[in-house]
């Protein structure tokens, strides 16, 4: 039995394809759709490294309906994860007609296509920007949605679109994942988040500070009304989120209708613990100052994950220090990025060092399939 295909929207970036390795672990074989705007193929091959089995790439845009015919009609889809999309808050506020037409026309086109092909099981990527700033913490999925920028709209108005769809159809499976904050790195090193320039983001930033690639980390405020002061945020490991991704499809794929479920730890940590999680994993000082808030930042918020783990079966097994440990190993073994060869860190990366196809090292475990 061939592996059932899954198509992968957005897979070769920073979660999609740490989802690739997932879903191959799982059984799957991803078909990855991506424009590579904000991405690189080769991550792809080292998701070959990790797993003996690189993803297929169709290198199209999602708005693309006729690609989108093609695709399915070239590989026998199953169901698709949909992680394409632009994710920068500040960039959506400058061009929020560019946000709603990659996320939010992206998204009919895709869901149009589908319909299309009669492949009607869908993991969407949505985020814990739609419940906004206003929800006391931990937040629960029944939280009324208040975004507070045009990404966090687009998104939730793509919740809504889905909702209406499953509503009407009672064929489609949907479950709408709200990420909180996906950190961290493959454990093997190979495979790892690539900002594009200075980071906005807390780890890949503090990373880059370890690494002496940045002098100091400047902590956005340290007056807000939490422990030690600092912005607290449900920071997850990204290969747990991966996972997550299979644990919805399974749920999609046998259960019609639509789930939202938050993908977060179901615990905060401030800006200070994660530094100090990060020198114990690094061996290095962070060097701080304190700044001044940054404009639009909530002061604390985290998940209530008791509802993944009751309709997923999904909860996060990975803690803070495997997420800084993880980072550090992929920041050290990877300073420029895909641009370094593939480091020896995992039994048999060697292999792959020239290596196009991926050789199938591991076997797929026998997990039941969609
Ligand atoms: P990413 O930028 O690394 O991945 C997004 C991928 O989509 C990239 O490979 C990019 O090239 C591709 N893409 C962009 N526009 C496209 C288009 N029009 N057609 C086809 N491909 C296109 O980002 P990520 O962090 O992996 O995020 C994946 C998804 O998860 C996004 O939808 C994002 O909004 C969502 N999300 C991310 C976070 C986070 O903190 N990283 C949090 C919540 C939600
Ligand atoms: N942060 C910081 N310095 C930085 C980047 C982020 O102090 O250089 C803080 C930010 O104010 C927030 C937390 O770290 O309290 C997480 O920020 P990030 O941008 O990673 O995630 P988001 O704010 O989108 O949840």
Redesign the pocket.
């Known amino acids: 039995m061939p592996a059932p295909r899954i198509l992968v929207t957005g897979g070769a970036g920073f979660i999609g394809s740490h989802t690739c390795v997932a879903l191959i672990e799982a059984g799957y074989q991803p078909v990855v759709l991506d424009t590579l705007v904000n991405s690189d193929a080769r991550s792809l091959k080292r998701v070959a490294c990790i797993t003996g089995v690189e993803p297929v790439l169709v290198r199209a845009d999602v708005r693309d309906a006729a690609a989108l015919d093609r695709a399915f009609a070239a590989h026998e889809v199953r169901a698709v994860v949909h992680l394409a999309g632009l994710k920068a808050?500040g960039e959506s506020v400058a061009d929020p007609l560019g946000y709603y037409d990659v996320n939010l026309a992206g998204s009919l086109a895709l869901a149009r296509a589908m319909d299309r092909a009669g492949v009607r099981t869908l993991v969407f990527s949505s985020s814990a920007t739609v419940y906004g700033d206003s929800h006391p913490s931990p937040i629960a999925e029944a939280a009324p949605h208040g975004p507070v920028n045009p990404y966090g709209r687009t998104k939730s108005m793509v919740e809504s679109m889905l909702a209406d769809l499953s509503r009407a159809d009672p064929r489609w499976g949907i479950a709408c994942l709200r990420y909180f904050?996906p950190v961290g790195a493959h454990e093997s090193g190979l495979l790892g988040e690539l900002p594009n320039g200075p980071p906005?983001?807390?780890?890949p930033?503090i990373s880059q500070v370890a690494a002496g690639e940045r002098e100091y980390?400047?902590?956005?405020?340290a007056d807000y009304d939490t422990a030690d002061g600092?912005?607290v945020?449900d920071y997850v490991h990204v290969m747990d989120v991966a996972e997550g991704h299979v644990a919805a499809l399974h749920r999609a794929a046998r259960r019609p209708g639509i789930l939202m479920a938050n993908l977060g730890t179901g615990h905060g940590a401030s800006?200070l613990e994660v530094v100090s999680a990060f020198e114990r994993a690094s061996g290095r000082r962070i060097a701080l100052r304190i700044g001044p808030r940054?404009p639009g930042?909530a002061p604390a918020y985290w998940a209530d994950a008791r509802s993944a783990w009751r309709t997923l079966g999904w909860r996060a097994r990975r803690d803070l220090d495997q997420m800084c440990a993880d980072s550090w190993r992929w920041q050290c073994a990877n300073p420029h990025g895909f641009d370094d060869p593939v480091p020896a860190l995992v039994p048999g990366a060697a292999l792959f060092q020239n290596n196009d196809r991926g050789i199938n090292i591991h076997s797929n475990r026998g997990h039941t399939h969609v």
């Open positions: 808050v904050n906005n983001n807390l780890m930033y980390l400047v902590v956005h405020g600092t912005g945020r800006v940054r930042d």
